[in-house]
């Protein structure tokens, strides 16, 4: 997926496309849900996330009939439950064997060796950065910065279990990969890398202030050195114009909201019409012989996750949705107390996921069947971190004693 998506989609036959990703996304689904001991897990959390999961593709398809532009969003919704949601449920079954959580992750850290060389070599190829950006196989670098903080779960993830050989080499490919996140000059990408640090911090060291002291410190030194930056860097973290458009997005997505507030316009549907020839945007300045429509002319989205929720797939699918990883947060949490390697687990994961979640404020990330497909993977993780960690706490805890646990716990005492 991460490899051969983008290609596909934007490359492929038409037809061809749509039918490799239904395969890739759906085939090994049904080879899992398949299997024999697939619904044996019958604790109430797995009932709670069938259930959401359900209600989400039912809502999915009601927003696809409603939608103003049915085909659009057929494509659109249908490539995102297939290679998101879905995927979740899939993984969520899959990785209830420590094995497979392990092989993840190795998939991870290789991916994300691949991408670290490639994009060693587009930034060399490019002259140094002066000529062409870092895209890593995604034609965007957006994207590409989101791939590299999401395939970071693999070194994390595998830092407390393996041998102190292969520590150093996994800490030099984190630190490494965020050296290529630089080079990739996105501001999203470079605030969700410092909201990681931070997050992830505070899996080791508690003294809060250190991290505001560290932030100044870097955005100063920044400040300090951004005029001998290249040009084509520059450009793209000193120019403040792309900030008010996405602000001005907000206001757009309002009135979406407000005209259809329950099932949206249809996800991936054309937002053309909230903006007509004579809108006056309010934090755009206009000023420079250029107006607000004639920048966003074209534009079919609103370069904002939580905003696309809301006003495209509509408040009541992205409610479910925030509630539905919403409760897998707060079952995560509960496993904190077991010691320092599930709290590691927990805000490893938690830096990665609202790392992401800060870059899908600047771009429309989970669109990309590749970051939806990673993005659930790694929730699937998470909701199987008692296995990742050799506990089994929510179970046992729901569990009744029985007799004989009573009688041979009465006998040890005496």
Same mark, same amino acid.
């Given at each position: 997926?991460?490899f051969?998506?983008?290609?596909?989609i934007?490359?492929?036959?038409?037809h061809?496309a749509?039918?490799s990703?239904?395969?890739? *996304?759906m085939?090994?689904g049904?080879?899992?849900l398949?299997?024999?001991?697939?619904?044996?897990?019958?604790?109430n959390s797995s009932?709670?996330?069938?259930?959401?999961?359900l209600?989400?593709f039912?809502l999915?398809g009601?927003n696809i009939?409603?939608?103003?532009a049915?085909?659009e969003s057929l494509k659109?919704?249908?490539?995102?439950?297939m290679?998101?949601?879905?995927?979740?449920?899939?993984?969520r079954i @899959?990785f209830?064997?420590?094995?497979a *959580?392990k092989v993840?992750c190795w998939?991870c850290?290789?991916c994300f060796l691949?991408?670290?060389?490639?994009?060693g070599?587009e930034?060399y190829q490019?002259?140094?950065?002066?000529c062409q950006?870092?895209?890593?196989f995604s034609?965007?670098?957006?994207?590409?910065?989101?791939?590299?903080i999401?395939?970071?779960?693999?070194p994390v993830?595998?830092?407390?279990h393996v041998?102190?050989?292969w520590?150093?080499p996994?800490?030099?490919l984190?630190?490494l990969?965020g050296?290529?996140?630089l080079?990739?000059g996105?501001?999203?990408?470079?605030?969700?890398?410092?909201?990681m640090?931070?997050?992830g911090?505070l899996?080791?060291?508690?003294?809060?202030?250190i991290?505001?002291v560290?932030?100044v410190?870097?955005?100063?030194?920044g400040?300090?050195?951004?005029d001998?930056?290249?040009n084509l860097?520059?450009?793209?973290?000193v120019?403040?114009e792309?900030v008010?458009?996405?602000l001005?997005y907000?206001?757009?997505?309002?009135?979406?909201?407000?005209?259809?507030?329950?099932?949206?316009?249809?996800f991936n549907?054309?937002i053309v019409?909230?903006i007509p020839?004579d809108y006056?945007?309010k934090y755009f300045?206009?000023?420079r012989?250029f107006s607000?429509?004639?920048v966003?002319?074209?534009v079919q989205?609103?370069?904002?996750m939580?905003?696309?929720?809301?006003?495209?797939?509509?408040?009541?699918?992205?409610?479910t949705?925030?509630f539905?990883?919403g409760?897998?947060?707060k079952?995560?949490?509960?496993?904190?107390?077991i010691?320092?390697g599930?709290?590691f687990y927990i805000?490893?994961?938690?830096a990665?996921v609202?790392g992401?979640a800060?870059?899908?404020?600047t771009?429309d990330s989970l669109r990309?069947?590749?970051?939806n497909?990673?993005?659930h993977?790694i929730?699937?993780?998470l909701?199987?971190l008692?296995v990742l960690c050799?506990k089994?706490?929510?179970?046992?805890?729901?569990?009744?004693?029985?007799?004989?646990d009573?009688? @041979?716990?009465?006998?040890?005492n005496?």
């Amino acid at each position: 997926m991460i490899f051969f998506s983008i290609s596909a989609i934007k490359n492929w036959p038409n037809h061809w496309a749509q039918i490799s990703i239904v395969v890739a *996304c759906m085939f090994p689904g049904l080879m899992i849900l398949a299997s024999s001991d697939a619904c044996r897990n019958n604790d109430n959390s797995s009932r709670y996330d069938v259930m959401l999961i359900l209600i989400l593709f039912f809502l999915g398809g009601v927003n696809i009939l409603l939608s103003e532009a049915r085909w659009e969003s057929l494509k659109g919704m249908g490539l995102f439950l297939m290679s998101g949601v879905w995927i979740y449920s899939v993984t969520r079954i @899959l990785f209830r064997k420590r094995f497979a *959580c392990k092989v993840f992750c190795w998939l991870c850290a290789f991916c994300f060796l691949v991408l670290i060389i490639w994009g060693g070599i587009e930034f060399y190829q490019g002259g140094g950065g002066l000529c062409q950006r870092v895209q890593l196989f995604s034609e965007n670098p957006i994207p590409a910065g989101s791939l590299l903080i999401l395939l970071s779960v693999g070194p994390v993830l595998l830092l407390p279990h393996v041998e102190k050989c292969w520590r150093l080499p996994l800490t030099l490919l984190l630190v490494l990969g965020g050296v290529v996140i630089l080079l990739i000059g996105q501001r999203g990408a470079i605030l969700a890398l410092l909201c990681m640090l931070v997050l992830g911090g505070l899996a080791k060291f508690k003294r809060f202030w250190i991290y505001p002291v560290f932030m100044v410190l870097l955005l100063g030194l920044g400040f300090s050195y951004k005029d001998k930056l290249p040009n084509l860097y520059y450009n793209k973290l000193v120019n403040w114009e792309s900030v008010f458009i996405r602000l001005e997005y907000y206001r757009i997505a309002y009135q979406v909201v407000k005209e259809k507030p329950v099932f949206g316009i249809g996800f991936n549907a054309p937002i053309v019409r909230f903006i007509p020839p004579d809108y006056e945007a309010k934090y755009f300045r206009s000023d420079r012989g250029f107006s607000f429509n004639s920048v966003v002319a074209g534009v079919q989205t609103f370069d904002n996750m939580a905003l696309c929720f809301f006003a495209e797939a509509g408040s009541l699918f992205a409610l479910t949705y925030i509630f539905l990883f919403g409760c897998l947060f707060k079952r995560s949490f509960r496993l904190v107390g077991i010691g320092f390697g599930a709290r590691f687990y927990i805000f490893g994961i938690g830096a990665i996921v609202i790392g992401f979640a800060v870059q899908s404020l600047t771009f429309d990330s989970l669109r990309y069947p590749h970051l939806n497909w990673v993005f659930h993977s790694i929730l699937g993780v998470l909701a199987n971190l008692d296995v990742l960690c050799d506990k089994d706490p929510l179970r046992q805890a729901s569990s009744p004693r029985t007799g004989s646990d009573i009688l @041979l716990g009465a006998s040890l005492n005496n």
